[in-house]
């Protein structure tokens, strides 16, 4: 079967975030992104994701409020480590927030509203590498604390599905090992027994 969509899916790789250079996408090319990246399964059209773009100066200040958070909970960091908190949000010259909102819903739960968070973070890499930039996604520590959360523009209640970094890249990504698609299926065979 001959589709360049498939041929574009098998091959779509993430880009190693230090290579992620300047241009970033610009305003119109977000718009893009963002709106492929709403089009995804939304079980009674909750919305249960929103995004935040981090970039310019911001970058610059996040880090140094990352440092600063990161002496705070484990003491004077070395050299080294302070430097990785500040340049965490400055290696691409974009980065988006993809944050989980979860709703309040008697039919939906949490955890469907994640996958779906989920979903949208992918569309939006793929919308990204689509329109020609590299991608590559993490969330890291200070996703799992609350302050850490906070001084990112999270509400109390709202997680992070990923931070996905962005630029142009001069690829091609490096490619890493990838599963044997045909140990990663089978028919129905009944319930499962033990």
Do not use: C
């Amino acid at each position: 079967m001959a589709s360049p969509i498939i041929d574009f899916l098998l091959t779509r790789n993430s880009a190693p975030i230090p290579d992620l250079k300047e241009p970033a996408p610009s305003d119109a090319e977000i718009a893009t992104m963002i709106t492929a990246a709403s089009r995804v399964p939304d079980h009674g059209r909750l919305e249960p994701w929103r995004f935040i773009l981090y970039r310019g100066d911001a970058r610059i200040e996040i880090g140094r409020q990352l440092a600063a958070l990161a002496e705070r909970r484990e003491g004077p960091l070395p050299e080294g480590r302070r430097n990785q908190e500040l340049a965490r949000f400055s290696r691409a010259p974009l980065v988006i927030g993809v944050v989980s909102i979860p709703r309040e819903n008697a039919k939906i739960p949490q955890w469907e509203m994640f996958l779906s968070g989920g979903m949208a973070a992918m569309n939006l890499m793929i919308s990204a590498n689509a329109l020609g930039y590299g991608t590559n996604m993490i969330s890291n520590w200070y996703s799992d604390v609350p302050e850490g959360r906070a001084l990112l523009g999270l509400a109390p209640q709202e997680r992070v599905i990923g931070f996905v970094h962005i630029g142009s890249y001069a690829g091609p990504a490096p490619e890493r090992p990838r599963p044997d698609p045909a140990k990663l299926y089978a028919d129905y065979s009944g319930p499962w027994a033990g």
